[in-house]
């Protein structure tokens, strides 16, 4: 192709780091030794559905020792994040949280930066088949926003 005049960027770049492996100075460690970092950004786009740019930044700055997954099965998804939890549960179709923003946009079927970070930490393809799942059926789901302590009466 550089004979014929016909490179490109991406072959330019392509061809460079043959020739540095063929000099030994690129070691050959998977895909991205040759494509550069692999980066999955089919959860973010599902999340576009639920959230704005700015609210998922948000959510991926929460840092990783402020999230524990507390349960993870076919029946529900929940964990702690920061001073708050967020529970899913598959089979009442709910999705509980405290939280004053999740407050207001839950009534906008809406994910907050919390419910966010849960799907951005769990393992990615679980996360897509959740939100796949939400967003199938959405008016189904109940956005349920609990500031306050409920005691059983």
């Given at each position: 192709m550089?004979?014929?005049?016909m490179?490109?960027?991406?072959?330019?770049?392509?061809l460079?780091?043959?020739?540095?492996?063929?000099?030994?100075?690129?070691?050959?460690?998977g895909l991205e030794?040759?494509t550069?970092?692999?980066?999955?950004r089919?959860?973010?786009?599902?999340?576009?559905?639920?959230?704005?740019a700015?609210?998922?930044?948000?959510a991926?700055s929460?840092p990783?020792?402020?999230?524990?997954?507390?349960e993870?099965s076919?029946?529900a998804?929940?964990?702690y994040?920061?001073?708050?939890?967020?529970?899913?549960?598959?089979?009442q179709?709910?999705i509980?949280?405290?939280?004053?923003?999740?407050?207001?946009?839950s009534?906008?079927q809406?994910?907050c930066?919390?419910?966010l970070?849960?799907?951005?930490?769990?393992?990615?393809?679980r996360?897509r088949?959740v939100l796949?799942l939400?967003r199938?059926?959405?008016?189904?789901?109940?956005?349920?926003?609990?500031l306050a302590?409920?005691?059983?009466?």
């Amino acid at each position: 192709m550089q004979m014929l005049g016909m490179t490109t960027t991406h072959s330019q770049a392509a061809l460079r780091r043959v020739s540095f492996y063929r000099e030994g100075r690129l070691p050959v460690e998977g895909l991205e030794a040759w494509t550069g970092p692999v980066v999955d950004r089919s959860v973010e786009k599902l999340l576009l559905a639920f959230a704005n740019a700015e609210t998922i930044d948000v959510a991926q700055s929460i840092p990783e020792k402020d999230f524990s997954l507390r349960e993870e099965s076919k029946r529900a998804l929940a964990a702690y994040i920061g001073d708050t939890t967020v529970d899913i549960n598959f089979e009442q179709r709910t999705i509980v949280h405290r939280c004053s923003t999740w407050a207001g946009s839950s009534l906008e079927q809406k994910f907050c930066s919390h419910i966010l970070k849960l799907f951005l930490s769990i393992n990615p393809e679980r996360a897509r088949a959740v939100l796949v799942l939400i967003r199938s059926n959405l008016n189904s789901w109940k956005f349920e926003s609990r500031l306050a302590v409920e005691f059983p009466t």
